[in-house]
C-alpha cells in the first residue's frame, strides 16, 4: 500500500461526500452537513468573499493562490468548517453541490 492510498483509506470514511452538500441559490450558497460525529448544521454562505471562494475552489488551488486573492481568511474559516481541506500546498473544496433535490425535501 503507497502512502497515498494509506491516506486515502484513512481519510474516507472521515470525509464521506455524500453528507456535505452545497446548494446554490441567487446570491448565497447553503453548506448543509450532516457528516458522522458532529451536530447535523446548516451555513449560509451570502458574504462576497466566501462566494469569490466557493467559485476558486471549484478546481484545486494552491494557498498561496487563495492569499493573492485576499481569501485566506476565509480559507481559514472554511477549514476550521472542514468544508475545504488542504494537501500538499493545495486546496479543495469538499462539498459536493447538489444542482437538483434528488430526495424528499424534508430530509434536508
Given at each position: 500500500?503507497?502512502?497515498?492510498?494509506?491516506a486515502?483509506?484513512?481519510?474516507?470514511?472521515?470525509?464521506?461526500?455524500?453528507?456535505?452538500?452545497?446548494?446554490?441559490?441567487?446570491?448565497?450558497?447553503?453548506?448543509?452537513d450532516?457528516?458522522?460525529?458532529?451536530?447535523?448544521?446548516?451555513?449560509?454562505?451570502?458574504e462576497?468573499?466566501?462566494?469569490?471562494?466557493?467559485?476558486?475552489?471549484?478546481?484545486?488551488?494552491?494557498?498561496?493562490?487563495?492569499?493573492?486573492e485576499?481569501?485566506a481568511?476565509?480559507?481559514?474559516s472554511?477549514?476550521?468548517?472542514d468544508?475545504?481541506?488542504?494537501?500538499?500546498?493545495?486546496?479543495?473544496?469538499?462539498?459536493?453541490?447538489?444542482?437538483?433535490?434528488?430526495?424528499?425535501?424534508?430530509?434536508?
Amino acid at each position: 500500500m503507497t502512502a497515498d492510498s494509506e491516506a486515502a483509506r484513512t481519510w474516507q470514511p472521515l470525509h464521506p461526500g455524500s453528507y456535505l452538500h452545497l446548494r446554490e441559490g441567487p446570491g448565497f450558497r447553503l453548506v448543509k452537513d450532516t457528516r458522522q460525529g458532529r451536530p447535523p448544521s446548516r451555513t449560509v454562505l451570502d458574504e462576497a468573499p466566501e462566494l469569490a471562494l466557493v467559485v476558486l475552489l471549484s478546481s484545486p488551488r494552491t494557498v498561496k493562490e487563495i492569499a493573492d486573492e485576499g481569501l485566506a481568511d476565509q480559507l481559514a474559516s472554511f477549514l476550521e468548517h472542514d468544508f475545504a481541506a488542504v494537501c500538499d500546498g493545495s486546496a479543495v473544496l469538499l462539498t459536493t453541490r447538489l444542482r437538483r433535490w434528488p430526495i424528499p425535501y424534508l430530509a434536508l
